[in-house]
């Protein structure tokens, strides 16, 4: 009598089946391995399509206390629980954590309480949304009304340290205005015999608030180790006044008022040479 036929199972086949099975439990997992998101809430089926919003935009006058939604949508199988945070002045969350039910989408109402005096013109916030590793962030760009725009830029305390490669340009920029602006900055040095530097400043904000000021460096690897320089940063914003700002650079302080006449000479005998080795490399 024979023994019945018994069918081997290849290493190969049993992979093929392990994987089969991995892709039927799949959706479940990717379901729940969906990120949350969060967004403005839209305003109500009255204005479809302006649910698209990336941002906050509010605007209304001194004294008021404007309202919206934050929306998060939890697209997984599972109940999540995220942290609420508020940047900026006048902004107050309801609530500071929110638990979001398995596929659903939860909307946290927040206020913007403007102050009475509150100056005219833009100003700039943020609400944050953290959890599992993740932070969101969504602008509020608020608008107080009543006033004229009064778009003002400074820039201050302009100053340069160590010398030579190690030499570094620090200065201030400053909102003085009334309203929120996006600075692009302009980094000139003079030298006794010409300019020794021209170039765009680095680090500006892409928006810096009303009342704000960031202080601001600039690496100068290549300033001139024997010269009286006079270093100029220039700061410009759509809708404000140029601002233009100066700072002394002497890396021998003491080399000019002692040797008077022999060290400008002598500062011209370095640029000339440095000058004709330019001319030289650039024509061989």
């Known amino acids: 009598m024979t023994s019945p036929h018994r069918t081997r199972r290849s290493p190969r086949h049993l992979a093929a089946l392990t994987a089969?099975?991995?892709?039927?439990?799949?959706?479940?997992?990717?379901?729940?391995?969906?990120?949350?998101?969060?967004?403005?809430?839209?305003?109500?089926?009255?204005?479809?399509?302006?649910?698209?919003?990336?941002?906050?935009?509010?605007?209304?006058?001194?004294?008021?206390?404007?309202?919206?939604?934050?929306?998060?949508?939890?697209?997984?199988?599972?109940?999540?629980?995220?942290?609420?945070?508020?940047?900026?002045?006048?902004?107050?969350?309801?609530?500071?954590?929110v638990t979001v039910p398995p596929r659903t989408r939860a909307d946290m109402p927040f206020t913007v309480t403007v102050p009475d005096g509150a100056r005219p013109g833009g100003h700039s916030g943020a609400v944050v949304v953290t959890g599992e590793g993740r932070d969101v962030r969504l602008p509020v760009a608020l608008r107080v009304t009543g006033g004229p725009a009064l778009p003002a830029l400074a820039v201050e305390n302009v100053r340069v340290s160590g010398a030579g490669g190690g030499a570094v340009i620090r200065y201030a920029l400053v909102n003085r205005g009334n309203t929120a602006l996006a600075p692009r900055l302009t980094i000139r040095a003079d030298g006794l015999f010409g300019e020794v530097l021209r170039r765009p400043g680095s680090g500006a904000p892409a928006e810096l608030a009303p009342g704000r000021s960031v202080r601001l460096t600039e690496k100068w690897p290549d300033a001139p180790r024997l010269d009286a320089v006079r270093v100029h940063v220039t700061a410009t914003a759509p809708g404000a006044a140029r601002a233009t700002a100066s700072g002394s650079y002497t890396p021998l302080p003491w080399i000019l008022p002692t040797l008077g006449g022999a060290a400008v000479a002598l500062v011209a005998a370095g640029l000339a040479v440095r000058r004709r080795r330019g001319r030289a490399g650039a024509e061989t």
């Not at 509010?58 to 939604?69: H, N, S």
């Open 20 to 97: 089969a099975a991995a892709l039927l439990s799949a959706p479940a997992a990717f379901a729940d391995a969906k990120p949350w998101s969060a967004a403005p809430a839209p305003p109500g089926k009255e204005a479809p399509g302006a649910d698209d919003r990336s941002a906050f935009y509010l605007e209304g006058r001194a004294g008021t206390v404007l309202e919206d939604k934050l929306t998060v949508v939890n697209p997984a199988d599972r109940p999540r629980t995220l942290g609420l945070r508020a940047v900026g002045p006048w902004l107050a969350l309801a609530t500071r954590r």
